[in-house]
């Protein structure tokens, strides 16, 4: 079976993925505040690179850790709640098909909770 | 979570726990399967993750599987609906609805418990939310039993991984005793417990909490001693007994019955014992009842019990049920033919002689089930009451099944055998099975051919299968001409199951996929037949070879899955030799690795032949080095090199293939080359065209690509189909460094489903359009090209691979530095961005420039697939 990563359209679609998603989080004051614009570009390759590998690309590298991606920050339920919103409107923009997109972020907020499992 | 006994906390199983946690955090995964014996704590395990699943964040939800409704659709899921079951393909929906709903937005984790004893559509449903990422599921299946296929392909697919729940070690079992006291034992109580439970959770809790509750066990000074002995010599002895106190003679009676007997009939039992006395044990939940194939069957409810029950029996009680047992089935007017084999094997084991037709008769029906053990034993005692050609035939091919060939060898050529009445049949079967043990089993076409000689000297009329087997042999030990000479297409010779097995086997090795699966045209669907079952195998080699990879994959699983179903061994370890094979061309090596690893084992432990073995070992020996894994390489190799020699040849080109590549890696690219050259010469020699194309492939991909085409030859050979050709084909478009007709070739095999050898041809011809200096535009469409072949293969450590594409070449600053270039940031905004110097920037850049044979941004974006972001 294909992976998502194919089916959602490669690092051409993550890419528009991510710049959206970053986009509105730094717009959106329930969440803005964590993110340094200084580190912004960084960020958005650290955040293509564990997309690729979270579906599936076929030579990632380890991807980050999402424990220790987040130690440092306090993260409310509510802003776990917009930042899984915020990502799935993305998906929305780069034309991610509804059933493609259910299971990205099936799979996605799986692999948030069970950071901490 | 019926036998869920456990106290709460997960004392002893932190490692197993913690293996659960690190699959939920892989993206790879889908669920975990539990694997382990009856009391061993797997449900416990799985409650215990439920809950702190919940805890964090999840939604758990969980399933059991029964045998009393194993057979319902969607039984095991019947309890999320509010309503009934409809029925229909709306089931499916409303369930995966209500699972949602509850969740509501949380990840859902899905526990089945016992999923082997799951019904096909509730397992089905799994595995289907496993797959598209509706749920995580867990699952737990007693050891030794054959869960859904749905559930065992969770784990083949790949979705799943197994997790061991083993017995606990001598420290787990200390600290798990001290968790269920609430309190720390004495060193002699830990040996005692050891000594009585092995380790197994469940007895260690039922005797601990028995002996506190007799004050057996007393705390004394922080910590528990024992102040009598541990009630019996065996702690389950008492537990049944403390489950029976009070009931009477009849019900120890029936117990006993079923525990010498296994699942029996109620109306059997019923013959023997009280009904009433059944009805008691079911509700003291001893027994229970579950219907079988239309009859109820009464066993223990764990098997534990049953085990408990018959070693408290007597061994002259226990005889004595038995006999009782034997006489009433057989005077029971329900009785059915296949009822044979447990009459006589009640009869044997309570010491009453059987007559030897009797126990031919059951030794027939116990092959069929593929009980060689119990057929070898009721044929060998038919054999000393009358040692028959017949009987030796019978125990002979249940050694074989068992891979004991040496001693079929030596029974077969027993003194005490009556050759004398025996029947003609009877006479060709022992002559095949010693021909079979010599050679497949033991690895001599010549003692093989020497057997056949002899029969056929004595019985020039029955030569049919005999000269379709020397054909199988010739065929086998990669000599088609030989063998389509023997065996011609159309004989009457082929149209024998080894014939067929010739045929297509040699017309295959000759290169001529496609002609074989015309000549044979659709296979009998012949299951109990060896050679039946295996001429199958090799249609779906021949069908890889043919260019119809998917194909053969489809076939091959369905094939594995009915010899799973069927108990056929050397089915299953074949099925997985195939389908590792085209897995391995089809880019998945990682399920290839998983496919020979488990045919190997497999073949290992069933049986001594290692003509299987050797193959399997072989493929995943060129797995591994493959996947750039030298280690697993060379332990294959040296496993290999262990292994006496056998004669039959037609899949060892994996094996060769794979020392070669192991040679390259290790002693340098000559000695493999060196390597190659003599199995090329060899296969050249006997006409096996297949495996030498392979071979010489081999040489090119390695990098002598020049070698390889003169090594092919001027001379035209013949060979068909979607693959083979358009190796040829790639093979000299690579040699003249034409970048298109390799792309096309390239485009070809991918069609055929050699995926792996499709993306190493697209990567060849980016590098030589590279080389020729094409235009920019045409280099990054052959790049592009390049990667989406790569992208939809696991990565593969060959030359081809690691000399190009940015993924492997790239250092990890490099790459960060060449996205930001590419998504049109400036080297100035690059270095603020990442902190570093400008000229350091301009100096990777420059690096990156060079590898991916890029001018200019542009291009550079173009290659990332993001044209116009420099605009
Ligand atoms: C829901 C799923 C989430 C995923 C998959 C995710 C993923 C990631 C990843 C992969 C990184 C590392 C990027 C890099 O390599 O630099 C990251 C960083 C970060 N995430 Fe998340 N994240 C998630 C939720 C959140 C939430 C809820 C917040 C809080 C508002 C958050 C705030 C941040 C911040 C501030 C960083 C930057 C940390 C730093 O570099 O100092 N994330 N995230
Ligand atoms: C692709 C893989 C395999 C092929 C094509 C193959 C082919 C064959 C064939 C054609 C026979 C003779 C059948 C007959 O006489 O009825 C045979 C026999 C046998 N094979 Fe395999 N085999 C394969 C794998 C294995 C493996 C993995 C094992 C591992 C144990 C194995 C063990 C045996 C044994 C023990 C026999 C002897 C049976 C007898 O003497 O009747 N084979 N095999």
Known sequence: MRTLYERIGGAASITIVVDELYDRLTCDPRVSHHFDPARLTAQKAGQCAWLATAFGSPHSEPATDLRQAHRHLEISDEQVTAVLGHLEAALGVAEVDDELRRQAMSLITRLWYARVF | ?871
């Open chain 2, 1 to 871: 979570m019926q036998h869920c006994v456990f106290v709460d906390g997960l004392i002893g199983r932190e490692s197993e726990f913690a293996a659960i946690g690190s699959a939920l955090r892989r993206a790879d995964l889908t669920g975990v399967v539990l694997i382990g014996d009856a009391g061993v704590g797997k449900s416990h395990l799985l409650g215990a993750t439920l809950r702190h699943a919940d805890l964090m964040g999840f939604s758990s939800s969980a399933i059991t599987g029964t045998r009393a409704l194993a057979d319902i659709p969607l039984a095991a899921f019947a309890s999320m609906l509010p309503s009934r079951l409809a029925g229909d393909a709306s089931d499916l929906v409303q369930i995966r609805k209500a699972l949602q709903h509850r969740a509501g937005g949380r990840p859902i984790v899905l526990g089945i418990d016992d999923a082997h004893l799951l019904d096909d559509a509730s397992a089905t449903l799994a595995h289907q939310m496993a797959g598209d990422l509706t749920a995580f599921v867990v699952a737990t299946i007693r050891s030794g039993e054959i869960p859904p296929e749905a559930v065992t392909s969770l784990l083949k697919d790949g979705l799943a991984v197994r997790i061991q729940i083993d017995a606990f070690n001598r420290v787990d079992l200390t600290s798990f005793a001290e968790s269920t006291l609430g309190g720390s034992i004495s060193a002699g109580i830990e040996q005692d417990l050891w000594d009585r439970t092995l380790g197994n959770p469940l007895f260690i809790r039922e005797l601990l909490l028995q002996a506190r509750a007799t004050g057996a066990l007393a705390l004394r000074h922080d910590r528990y001693e024992l102040v009598q002995p541990f009630a019996s010599p065996d702690t389950l002895v008492d537990l049944i007994d403390s489950r029976l106190a009070g009931l009477s003679v009849a019900h120890h009676r029936a117990a006993a019955l079923v525990a010498v007997g296994g699942p029996l009939e109620i109306d059997l039992l019923e013959q023997l014992v009280d009904p009433d006395a059944l009805v008691q044990l079911e509700d003291a939940r001893v027994l229970a009842a579950d219907e079988v194939d239309e009859t109820l069957m009464v066993r223990f409810v764990h098997p534990v019990y049953a085990d408990a029950t018959r070693r408290r029996l007597g061994r002259l009680a226990a005889r004595q049920l038995l006999r009782e047992l034997a006489t009433t089935l057989a005077a029971s007017p329900k009785r059915r033919p296949e009822d044979i084999l447990r009459i006589a094997t009640w009869r044997l084991d309570a010491g009453v002689e059987a007559e030897p037709a009797l126990l031919m008769q059951a030794a027939r029906l116990a092959t069929g089930r593929n009980d060689h053990a119990l057929a070898e034993r009721l044929a060998g005692l038919a054999f000393d009451t009358e040692p028959s050609l017949r009987a030796a035939t019978m125990i002979a091919n249940s050694l074989v099944e068992q891979g004991r060939h040496g001693e079929a060898h030596t029974l077969l050529r027993d003194e005490r055998i009556n050759h004398g009445d025996a029947s003609d049949g009877d006479r060709f079967r022992w002559a095949m099975i010693e021909a079979s043990v010599s050679f497949w089993g033991l690895g001599s076409a010549t003692d093989a051919l020497r057997v056949i000689d002899d029969f056929q000297s004595e019985f020039p009329a029955a030569t049919n299968h005999a000269v379709a087997f020397r054909g199988s042999i010739a065929a086998a030990c990669g000599q088609p001409i030989q063998a389509l000479a023997q065996v011609p297409v159309g004989s009457a010779a082929a149209t024998t199951p080894l014939g067929l097995f010739t045929v297509i086997t040699s017309l295959t090795s000759l290169g001529r996929p496609v002609l074989a699966l015309q000549t044979v045209g659709t296979l009998p669907d012949n299951d109990r037949a060896a050679a039946g079952a295996i001429t199958r195998v090799c249609y779906a080699f021949t069908m890889i070879d043919a260019g119809r990879v998917d194909e053969a994959l489809a076939l091959g699983v369905e094939g594995w899955e009915r010899a799973v179903r069927i108990g056929d061994v050397h089915g299953r370890v074949a099925w997985s030799i195939a389908i590792g094979w085209a897995e391995l061309n089809f880019g998945r090596r990682a399920a290839a690795s998983r496919w020979f690893c488990d045919a190997a084992e497999l073949a290992r432990h069933s049986a001594a032949s290692n003509h299987g073995v050797r193959w399997a070992l072989g493929g995943g020996l060129l797995a591994s080095i493959l996947a750039g894994d030298l280690d697993a390489a060379r332990r294959l190799r040296d496993q290999l090199d262990e292994l006496p020699a056998h004669d039959a040849v037609m899949y060892a080109h994996m094996e060769w293939r794979g020392r070669a590549w192991l040679q390259a890696a290790d002693e340098g690219l000559e000695f493999a080359i060196a390597s190659l050259l003599v199995r090329i010469a060899e296969t050249k020699a006997r006409g096996d065209l297949a495996p030498w194309l392979f071979l010489i492939l081999d040489v090119a991909r390695l990098g002598r690509p020049e070698l390889a085409v003169e090594l092919l030859g001027d001379g035209e050979f013949d060979v068909d189909g979607a693959l083979l050709p358009t190796i040829v084909r790639l093979l000299h478009a690579t040699a003249r460094r034409d970048a298109e007709d390799t792309a096309a070739a390239s485009d070809e095999l991918q069609l055929a489903g050699f995926r792996v050898l499709a993306a190493e041809g697209a990567a060849w011809a980016w590098a030589m359009s590279r080389e020729n200096g094409d235009d920019a535009r045409v280099v990054t469409m052959y790049s592009r090209r390049a990667q989406d072949m790569r992208d939809q293969i696991e990565s593969y450590a060959t030359p081809a691979f690691t000399g190009g594409p940015p993924e492997v070449s790239l250092s990890r600053r490099e790459r960060e530095i060449a996205m930001l270039v590419a998504h049109g940031h400036s080297s100035r905004e690059v270095a603020d961005e990442l902190i570093i110097g400008v000229r350091t920037v301009e100096s990777h850049l420059a690096r990156v420039y060079a590898k991916l044979g890029v001018r200019s941004r542009v291009e550079l974006a173009e290659v990332f697939g993001l044209a116009g972001a420099t605009s």
